[in-house]
């Protein structure tokens, strides 16, 4: 079976607009939660979130591009741009076809282009049908995003969008894999965009009392496996990498950050939205993503936990993580970017992905912010207080979203 590595990596959150920008910052646990500004919040339960600051201008849109493409294809642009450059493929678009058609776009979102159904609803409401943009299809369609990744940069080979709510981007990141493995594709550009902070979507989550309503200190509302988690924090942003067959790679200089070595998806066929309490569904997943890595539990030093800074969900994983890795489960480091960046939903995976490939490329493994009270149902290494220098040869990143989904995939160090 080919061999999968990460040669380059992308993201945009509210740290930052680049890797390079955004790394130190969750090395140093810092908070891009605030209070939102974006819109009104004053009938709002929750009014915060993990919001991207940025100015389109900088980065080369103009009035037309934001009437065409909604922001979470935005930001897949831009970390797609950054991930190929940094993958030494910034002239992707100028090489031969040949060369394209084996490179394959797979990105994810969970919600899609929800601020351009809300504008364009509200144009319809006010002013009729027939001053509804005849863009609105095209912008608010899930698969805009690989759509126009795939046509900015040329790219010809398999191109496709998947949703499974916050476990979309890992879905999207394991198909990725299996397209190199199975040679279907030699390079494959993939992860995940959200830009779902609206009234309508924060009204819709915290009426299902998923939130935290810590508004009067928006930095300590998300504390992934903290006593005092009240919920989870909305954020929104984008990860992309770039995945490519090992000797591809090699052939052309590549820097290698970490190599995929397995993948696991499970349902938990028990309700959409709360996790089975036993945490057979996640622990299924993380099973098979060590199987296929073709590793013992001891095998692996760190976990960057799904850690939502819900009440059921951390005591879940909590207990998920336990069933898989046993005794060894006290030994791992686990820690949330979720604590810092809020919750990227359909997103939430491949950001994820992007800080633990360089815990393995870099050995520093980012803390867990707001972690301070122990809970009882939480008791394992969550890396609380400041960053942590350790040699990381395997780790796992988990997602667990709305619909019972589970996904874990595994990476690590070249053996």
């Known amino acids: 079976m080919r061999r999968v590595v ?23 646990g810092e908070s891009g939660v605030g209070l939102i500004e974006n819109f009104d919040t004053t009938d709002l ?53 040949e060369f394209r058609q084996r490179i394959g776009t797979i990105v994810a979102t969970g919600i899609g282009g929800i601020m351009g159904i809300i504008e364009q609803h509200d144009v319809l ?13 095209p912008r608010i369609m899930s698969n805009a995003v690989s759509g126009q990744v795939a046509i900015r ?28 493995q199975w040679d279907d594709a030699d390079i494959v550009v993939t992860g995940g965009s959200e830009s779902a902070v609206t009234p309508l979507s924060v009204a819709g989550f915290a009426s299902a009392k998923a939130l935290s309503t810590r508004n009067d200190d928006p930095q300590a509302a998300s504390r992934p496996f903290d006593k ?29 950050y970490a190599e995929v070595k397995g993948y696991g998806s499970t349902d938990d066929a028990f309700h959409i939205t709360a996790p089975k309490e036993d945490g057979a569904g996640p622990a299924r997943a993380f099973d098979e993503a060590l199987r296929h890595a073709k590793l013992n539990p001891e095998d692996v030093q760190y976990v960057n936990a799904h850690g939502t800074s819900t009440a059921y969900n951390d005591a879940i994983e909590t207990r998920a993580l336990k069933r898989t890795f046993g005794d060894h489960a006290a030994k791992l480091a686990v820690s949330s970017t979720k604590s810092m960046i809020g919750h990227l939903l359909g997103a939430a995976s491949a950001v994820e992905l992007v800080y ?17 009270t122990p809970d009882p149902d939480c008791d394992l290494d969550y890396v609380p207080g400041a960053a942590r220098e350790m040699e990381v040869r395997n780790a796992l990143c988990n997602s667990l979203g709305f619909g019972g989904h589970n996904v874990s995939i595994c990476i690590g160090q070249l053996g």
Not at 166 to 174: D, K, M, P, V, Y
Not at 356 to 372: C, D, E, I, K, S
């Open 356 to 372: 633990t490939a360089l815990a393995v490329h870099t050995g520093q493994v980012h803390p867990t912010r707001n972690y301070t």
């Open 228 to 256: 005092d988690r009240d919920g989870f924090v909305m954020g929104e942003g984008c990860g992309m990498l770039v995945l490519e067959e090992l000797e591809h790679a090699r052939a052309r200089g590549a820097r290698i």
């Open 125 to 137: 409401n006010a002013r009729g049908a027939r001053r509804v943009s005849p863009h609105f299809i």
């Open 153 to 180: 940069h040329g790219l010809q080979g398999t191109a496709f969008t998947t949703s499974s709510a916050c476990a979309s981007s890992g879905h999207a990141i394991g198909m990725a894999w299996r397209a190199i």
């Open 6 to 28: 990460i040669t380059g990596l992308g993201t945009v959150n509210s740290l930052g607009m680049s890797v390079s920008e955004t790394f130190p910052r969750i090395l140093a």
């Open 45 to 97: 339960a929750a009014k915060i979130g993990g919001m991207v600051q940025w100015t389109p201008s900088e980065f080369g849109f103009g009035s037309p591009d934001l009437r065409k493409l909604d922001p979470f294809t935005l930001w897949a642009l831009v970390a797609s741009d950054e991930a190929l450059k940094d993958a030494g493929l910034e002239d992707v678009k100028e090489r031969p076809e």
